[in-house]
């Protein structure tokens, strides 16, 4: 049995919550995410593919808190900027509905003076989308989403 992450098996990991969040860096300004299967985002009473910053951190806070016992209390989402996206839209049919999310990458820089603290926040939650995955019906298998290192 494989636990830890191979070049052949990069979605093979496990730690603690606590250990996730001891090893988020303090000073990466760079998170580049791969969605590899289609990932979506509730936005009122519909649905949006789009991957923006509010919709992925607000999905990975929530999912932390609800499960981690170490709370981020206040997420600093303002200064994260997307800086790169290749991605489309997928569609999935089920014998009830369609699923249409986005798969493809999205790269985001966090700009300007911020402080450590926010930056092992936001560096915890785009690690923790390995274990997590993004936005709805995760259960399912949608919004399988990880943290590429060398982007």
């Not at 790269?107 to 939650?125: F, T």
Request: proline share 6%; charged share 25%; with cysteine.
């Amino acid at each position: 049995m494989i636990a830890e992450p191979q070049a052949t098996q990069p979605w093979v990991n496990f730690c603690t919550y606590a250990e996730l969040f001891d090893r988020a860096s303090e000073i990466e300004r760079q998170i580049a995410l791969s969605f590899c299967t289609p990932t979506n985002f509730r936005q009122g009473q519909y649905d949006t593919a789009m991957p923006t910053r509010e919709s992925i951190f607000s999905s990975l806070v929530n999912r932390w808190n609800k499960y981690s016992g170490i709370p981020i209390e206040h997420l600093l989402i303002e200064p994260i900027f997307p800086s790169f996206f290749d991605i489309r839209t997928e569609i999935v049919v089920d014998s009830r509905s369609k699923f249409i999310g986005c798969v493809g990458e999205v790269s985001y820089r966090i700009m300007g003076d911020v402080k450590p603290i926010d930056l092992k926040q936001i560096n915890a939650l785009a690690d923790f989308a390995l274990y997590s995955g993004v936005g709805r019906k995760t259960p399912m298998g949608m919004g399988m989403t990880r943290r590429l290192k060398d982007f």
